[in-house]
């Protein structure tokens, strides 16, 4: 029985073992759902699409990874993620988005910056 069902039928009111594996293959689960549901909230938000990249505004930014605005600033300022100034005000390219998400981790695309985006 994997983690979401035993939580689902328990209400998640109990102490369970679980093995390294297990608690891996569902941070994976919950990884992917994270971005799956990121995919489609920012596709029916406000957005910015340039070529093949799709930008999202700070407050999108701020939902998906559950941060506040001091935070994102000072992301910013530590070069955990790049933001793209468009029209005055702050975008954040999906993909660098997702990819802090899912790895953890961000990192600096130098052809962005070279394209002036």
Do not use: C, H
């Not at 939580?7 to 994976?28: C, V």
């Not at 994102?72 to 993620?81: N, T």
């Amino acid at each position: 029985m994997d983690i979401p069902t035993i939580l689902s039928l328990t209400g998640g009111n109990m102490k369970i073992e679980l093995s390294l594996q297990d608690l891996a293959t569902f941070a994976k689960q919950v990884a992917k759902e994270t971005v799956d549901s990121l995919k489609i909230e920012a596709d029916q938000r406000r957005t910015i699409v340039t070529g093949e990249e799709v930008y999202l505004d700070s407050g999108e930014v701020r939902d998906q990874l559950r941060i506040s605005k001091a935070t994102l600033a000072l992301w910013i300022k530590r070069g955990y993620l790049k933001a793209y100034k468009v029209g005055g005000k702050n975008r954040f390219a999906k993909s660098d988005v997702l990819n802090l998400l899912t790895n953890g981790e961000y990192k600096y695309n130098l052809e962005k910056e070279n394209q002036g985006i």
